[in-house]
């Protein structure tokens, strides 16, 4: 069956410190794989994606992900913090472009910059 | 755990109709819903964000009047899509927040979208 696990509900980090939002998936086939980002009060904005092609996507203000496929693992990264970044982030995963448009999503984590 | 239902699932349409999808909250009230599309190989595109009993806030580049959003109660939103054309043809995706009373804690939980086909 198809899923995203994303671990932690929250995760705290200072400012200029690097961060990790961690996701991890079950696919049966190949996996397309997604982040998103929600600012408070806002819609989902897309950060980056992974369809195939080098393992490290770079995407929006200065995120990147690594997919890992032996870890089933796309962690979002970003090398240093903006309070800014402070928002809740969704990772999704779809299994099949041509017969299954719908995306499996994560639960979200929280993440929070202290300056 | 929370549930949103969309309905219906898939949809088949002749051009020139109309088409109406449910985004339902099914064991929590959303203050907020908010209708995505995606097309094949893209990502999400936000259309519009909905709060009960107002009306919609579009999303730049979205018709109005083609994409009709009720949001009639704070269980159940609507989107309607008017007179159908084939580039119409998408996957729409609603989700809906819910806010704790204190207003600390905000979830937001998605559908499992809907594949409309316009012929």
């Known amino acids: 069956a198809q899923s995203v696990a994303q671990p932690e509900d929250q995760v705290n980090v200072a400012e200029g410190n690097p961060l990790t939002v961690k996701c991890t998936y079950s696919?049966?086939?190949?996996?397309?794989l997604f982040w998103y980002v929600q600012y408070p009060n806002r819609g989902l904005q897309f950060l980056l994606k992974?369809?195939?092609?080098d393992n490290l996507v770079k995407g929006s203000y200065g995120f990147e992900a690594e997919f890992n496929k032996s870890q089933t693992s796309f962690h979002l990264k970003k090398p240093s913090a903006l309070v800014s970044d402070s928002a809740l982030y969704f990772c999704?995963?779809?299994?099949?472009?041509?017969?299954?448009?719908?995306?499996?999503w994560g639960a979200g984590t929280k993440l929070i910059i202290k300056p | 755990g929370a549930v949103v239902s969309q309905h219906p699932s898939r949809v088949i349409c002749k051009s020139g109709t109309s088409v109406k999808i449910e985004c339902r909250s099914l064991d929590f009230q959303a203050t907020t819903m908010f209708w995505y599309r995606q097309f094949p190989k893209q990502s999400l595109m936000l259309m519009a964000t909905?709060?009960?009993?107002?009306?919609?806030?579009?999303e730049q580049g979205v018709e109005k009047d083609k994409f009709l959003i009720n949001h009639a109660s704070l269980t159940l939103s609507t989107l309607t899509v008017t007179s159908a054309h084939p580039e119409d043809s998408s996957f729409y995706i609603c989700?809906?927040?819910?806010?704790?009373?204190?207003?600390?804690?905000?979830?937001?939980?998605f559908g499992p979208g809907t594949r409309l086909l316009v012929l």
């Open positions: 989700s809906a927040r819910t806010i704790s009373r204190d207003r600390k804690q905000e979830t937001q939980y």
């Open positions: 992974y369809i195939t092609g």
């Open positions: 696919v049966s086939g190949n996996p397309y």
């Open positions: 999704a995963v779809r299994d099949d472009w041509v017969s299954n448009y719908q995306l499996i």
């Open positions: 909905s709060n009960e009993g107002s009306k919609a806030t579009y």
